[in-house]
T-cell receptor, first 116, second 111 residues
Framework: EAGVVQSPRYKIIEKKQPVAFWCNPISGHNTLYWYRQNLGQGPELLIRYENEEAVDDSQLPKDRFSAERLKGVDSTLKIQPAELGDSAVYLC??????????????FGEGSRLTVL | SQQGEEDPQALSIQEGENATMNCSYKTSINNLQWYRQNSGRGLVHLILIRSNEREKHSGRLRVTLDTSKKSSSLLITASRAADTASYFCATLSRGNTPLVFGKGTRLSVIA
């Protein structure tokens, strides 16, 4: 069974440029998460989707970040314009729906963003 | 913000020794999970312990949970060089809430 797939793995851009990350979750997983992980830190939640609905986006900087999950399957996270402080690894994860679920997450390999 | 706090931040041991990492958290939980992250990779789920459990084993892993102290420990026995990674605890609170991660412990196992 394929795991969570993310692309690109690495991206280097100049500040003020836009960037987008894509994630395809494990088939059948209703819940999708985007986490940001700064160097030496643990992952911090940006947004969580239950199917197509964003149920938790309180930590998403909405002035420059946007996300979508059309058709409740794959998802895109966009940053426009990027700032130096956005340099981090962006991790996508998926899980079964929260109801009756233990909350175990399956992570992709991450997209490492460097903003120059 | 991150709920879990791992201790120590970094740990270096010889191959064959046991490694113990601790995690403290702040609020009531449904379960607590431990993940491993190899350098440059995503996180991998290791083990989950529910709030009504006190100890759990999986291979060379032993996890304990003390809800009265809001703390957990992860023991890796007979460590190997391949165990070198960062280890994160993550807590799942009651209700429809997402998993919250700590800052991690960086384990180095020297051959």
């Amino acid at each position: 069974e394929a795991g969570v797939v993310q692309s690109p793995r690495y991206k280097i851009i100049e500040k003020k440029q836009p960037v987008a990350f894509w994630c395809n979750p494990i088939s059948g997983h209703n819940t999708l998460y985007w986490y940001r992980q700064n160097l030496g830190q643990g992952p911090e939640l940006l947004i969580r989707y239950e199917n197509e609905e964003a149920v938790d986006d309180s930590q998403l900087p909405k002035d420059r970040f946007s996300a979508e999950r059309l058709k409740g399957v794959d998802s895109t996270l966009k940053i426009q314009p990027a700032e130096l402080g956005d340099s981090a690894v962006y991790l996508c994860a998926s899980s079964l729906g929260w109801w009756g679920n233990t909350g175990e997450l399956f992570f992709g390999e991450g997209s490492r963003l460097t903003v120059l | 913000s991150q709920q879990g706090e791992e201790d120590p931040q970094a740990l270096s041991i010889q191959e064959g020794e046991n490694a113990t990492m601790n995690c403290s958290y702040k609020t009531s939980i449904n379960n607590l999970q431990w993940y491993r992250q190899n350098s440059g990779r995503g996180l991998v789920h290791l083990i989950l312990i529910r709030s009504n459990e006190r100890e759990k084993h999986s291979g060379r892993l032993r996890v304990t949970l003390d809800t009265s102290k809001k703390s957990s420990s992860l023991l890796i026995t007979a460590s190997r060089a391949a165990d070198t990674a960062s280890y994160f605890c993550a807590t799942l609170s009651r209700g429809n809430t997402p998993l919250v991660f700590g800052k991690g412990t960086r384990l180095s196992v020297i051959a």
